[in-house]
């Protein structure tokens, strides 16, 4: 059974019912300006799970009520709508008469599970007996996948955990640390009774290598510097009758350790080990299970922009390897098109009566005439379109975002370009003015039929003899009556691509584009591999349009 969506009502300034659908989306970005309430949306999910109740002290269940509507005295409430079969359904029931009690239920496929946030109780749609369903709600959500919240500003890291013998609940950073000691084969609590000292140094340095294997791996994949010269270092000490595990970073420079506390570190090295600590090593984390829930709270707000980038595509993987995940920015480096679709992008935003809302980005009227398909996210987030691109990026405008997904994945590999998907072949001619006047390195590719070859011929006509030598359309190796992007492809490709993807083989285009774009490296390049040689060929010659312009 799996989590297919979310709805929140009555959640602080969440009235009337918000749903997060996760059943096709692997990624759910939230966006919007500061208080519009993406934070609370994360909260009230994260709220669900009973599971969850002592993590960061409760502050998801306090100060439930909408004080900006305090006549509003319903009770706060989430919903989860998990599939799941009335056999397996049945199975998660441990006791023997209450199974029996509802064999004769009707079959049925999903089922809908409410957490009342002020009875702490569980409603569950397929049964009215209130004291029955709560226990079978508990059961139900106790054997679904995990819901993990990230937020660094609420919890940082320790540079000391106390560690109790008698301690039976393992959460916050005690569980953390205790799930790497079982990764690498050993418990903190079989440490701490362990007389032989140099037995305990040998568990910590075990300790030591499987966190920093993992550590130093994910860093290096973030970090702009190319030295792996930062590391973990843990100790056992006796203070005051009691074990404290403490934690240092190590910096090697050539033949000389020192070392820090982690709060000495820069704030974007402190949130990354907390994001990957969190990810890596949570005591919810079974280490089979990848369908967790990840909330993540701003992440990466402390690193770099080129840095954010490449964890925007670490979050598109975590994504695919462990579960779904929901996240909120204000920034355009985790929302690149090359990882995330558009329309996967929610705006969240407060309306008159400060009541949050929702909406799917594409779902969005453009303040002004909409020229690409990433206009509604720059001007949500408050941005220039510009802002997207390096000074010295060269760029390549297309007709569609499709369009940019199958140059990306299936011509040769770009360094130093950008796709800039329009609407359709007008939104082209309408961009080039803005090339033109910010001095920006630039291509069009129109479709090669009748419109994009009128836009071509007119744009050709409009801007003059230099600008024309950088106006192209899609090349007809083999005498097609028209060719836009999707015909670059072989029927049979579509087909191929569709068993790769786990597609419905009747899958259009686009579904297929979005699908590859969110797809593992391992899967994209399965996907390249099976493509017919004419399709390589249309590829390989639009490649060439290209790279001959820039070394002209």
Known sequence: MKYKKFIIENYRAIENPITIDIEKDKIVPLIGTNESGKTTILQAIFA????????????????L??????KNKESAQVSAVINIKKEEFLNCISNEKLR??????????????????????????????????????????????????????????????????????????????EMAFKKAGYSIFELIKE???????????????????????????????????LSIKLTLNKKENK???????????????????????????????????????????????????YLLDEPGSYLHPSAQEKLCKMIKNISNKDGKVIYCTH?????????IPPKYIYLVEKDHNKEIKINKITNLKTKTKKTSELQPVYEALGIADWDFFSQNQKIIMVEGIHDKYAIE???????????????????????????????????????NDDEGINYFEKSKKAFGKIEEKKMFILPN????????????????????LCEILQLNKNSSYSSIMTALVTSTDEIIEKCKSVISEKTKSSFDELYNMIINVYKN
Not at 65 to 70: A, L
Not at 211 to 229: A, D, H, P, Q, Y
């Open 409 to 447: 994945k299936f011509c040769n590999k770009f360094e130093g370009y950008v796709i800039l998907p329009g609407v359709n072949a007008e939104s082209i001619y309408n961009n080039i003015p803005k090339m033109i006047a910010y001095d920006k390195p630039y291509i069009c590719i129109w479709d």
């Open 100 to 177: 029996n009690k509802y064999s004769s239920l009707e079959d049925f496929n999903e089922v809908k599970i409410t957490r009342d946030l002020i009875k702490f109780k569980y409603k569950v749609s397929v049964i009215d007996n209130e004291e029955d369903a709560n226990l079978i709600g508990r059961e139900l959500v106790s054997r679904l996948s995990y819901i993990i919240y990230n937020d660094d500003f609420i919890e940082r890291p320790k540079n000391e955990i106390d560690i109790l013998p008698d301690q039976t609940e393992l959460f916050g950073w005690l569980g953390i640390y």
């Open 477 to 496: 190796l083999y005498n097609k009556n028209k060719v836009r992007m999707e015909e670059m492809f072989n029927d049979e490709d579509f087909k191929n």
């Open 48 to 63: 669900f799970d009973y599971a969850n109740d002592k993590e960061f002290e409760g502050r998801h269940l306090k100060n």
């Open 195 to 229: 007389s032989d000292n140099n037995i305990k140094l040998g568990i910590l340095s075990d300790v030591e290598e499987e966190i920093n294997n993992t550590l130093v791996k994910e860093w290096g994949k973030i970090s702009l510097e190319k030295s792996n010269c």
């Open 243 to 293: 074990n404290v595990l403490g934690i240092q970073i190590k910096e090697n420079k050539g033949k000389q350790d020192r070392f820090f506390n982690i709060e000495e570190r820069s704030k974007g090295f402190l949130w990354f080990f907390n994001f990957v600590m969190k990810i890596k090593y949570n005591p919810k984390s079974t280490g089979s299970n990848n369908d967790i829930i």
């Open 65 to 70: 009520r909408n004080f900006y509507n305090p």
């Open 331 to 339: 920034t355009h480096h985790l929302l690149d098109p090359k990882y």
